[in-house]
Every structure is written in structure tokens, then in C-alpha cells.
């Protein structure tokens, strides 16, 4: 599935250019506190981080983007990774220097209705580590509910990790003023 171009307020999601998007990427996935909340231990270089990128490009039914401000750089990137007909799980990081600004949110709000609406799914949903808190507050304002917790849900690079699982169904709508 191709990825079009999404936007939210100010914020523009483009497909994702593995190389023109690497710097941005790196700083998140070869970050070892961006990556605690991760299954994989940080990326030890730029290269280990393009194969990476790479491969989860080959899934065409899983569209991929780069986070974008009005300069058009990267300042994370967001996914629709498809688990069956009709569900497809968010995936979103931001780089350290651009969290706390809306980026993930706004994002979040993008793809959600993409997700919904085009691709008429009937269920969008995300997979939060508890201690994630930014990530769980993105979610929040971005009109998801909290569904659950699951207890040791994930084997991780730094032990087992629970779950919270925050979704968006069909009639979910954009909150007010966001």
C-alpha cells in the first residue's frame, strides 16, 4: 500500500525516505532511552539502523512515514502495521529534541483517521509500555482508550514488559480542538 501524505495542523507525515530520513531515525533507534520501551537493544550504528528501516519497508501493507514539521525534515516516524483484515497497530517515535511539542499526537490524529476513513479499518491500535508515560499521554489526547494491561505481554532487550493496549474504533472521532 503506498503511503500518502498526511496532514495534521502542522504537521506533515511524507512517505518515509530511508536515507534522507536516517539522521532523524538514528537518533531514535540508536538511542538506548528512546529505545528502553523497545523489544530490540539500541541500533549501534547508522548502517545497523537503515537495514532496519529497510526491512520493515518490504511490507507494502504496512505503510511507513516520516514526521515532519514546515521545513519538510524528519522529526520521527509513524506506521500502520497491519495484524489482520480490518486492525492495524500505530507505531510512532519522535526524536529527543522534538518530543513534548504535539508531534506525536497530531501524527497519531493523522493516521487514525487515515486508517478509519480511507482505509475503512475497524480497529487502529497501539501497544504502550506502562512506563511510557509521553506515549500514553499522546495516545490519551489523541482521542484513544485505554482497553487494558498485559501482565509479561513482551520478552524485551531489558526483560519482560507489560502492555497497555489503547485503541480507536469505528465512530472514533478527532477530539475537540486538537
Known amino acids: ?8 495542523g502542522d504537521v506533515t507525515l511524507r512517505p518515509l525516505e530511508v536515507e534522507r530520513d536516517l539522521a532523524a531515525l538514528h537518533a531514535i533507534f540508536g538511542d538506548a532511552e528512546q529505545m528502553k520501551y523497545m523489544l530490540e537493544a539500541p541500533m549501534a550504528s547508522a548502517e545497523e539502523t537503515r537495514a532496519k528501516i529497510a526491512a520493515w519497508s518490504e511490507h507494502p501493507d504496512s505503510p511507513q512515514w516520516a514526521i515532519t514539521g514546515d521545513d519538510g525534515e524528519a522529526r520521527g ?47 487502529v491500535f497501539a501497544d504502550i509500555d506502562p512506563d511510557n508515560h509521553g506515549c500514553v499521554r499522546a495516545f490519551e489526547a489523541a482521542g484513544f482508550r485505554c482497553e487494558g494491561r ?29
Open 1 to 8: 500500500m503506498a503511503s500518502p501524505s498526511l496532514t495534521h
Open 77 to 123: 516516524r509513524i506506521t500502520l502495521i497491519a495484524r489482520r483484515e480490518g486492525v492495524m497497530e500505530v507505531g510512532v517515535q519522535v526524536v529527543p529534541s522534538a518530543q513534548g511539542r504535539g508531534y506525536a499526537r497530531r501524527s497519531i490524529i493523522a493516521v487514525t483517521e487515515y486508517g478509519l476513513g480511507v482505509l475503512k479499518l475497524g480497529r
Open 150 to 178: 498485559l501482565v509479561n505481554n513482551w520478552m524485551t532487550h531489558t526483560g519482560f514488559a507489560d502492555s497497555l493496549i489503547y485503541a480507536a474504533t469505528t465512530g472514533w472521532r478527532r477530539p475537540a480542538g486538537v
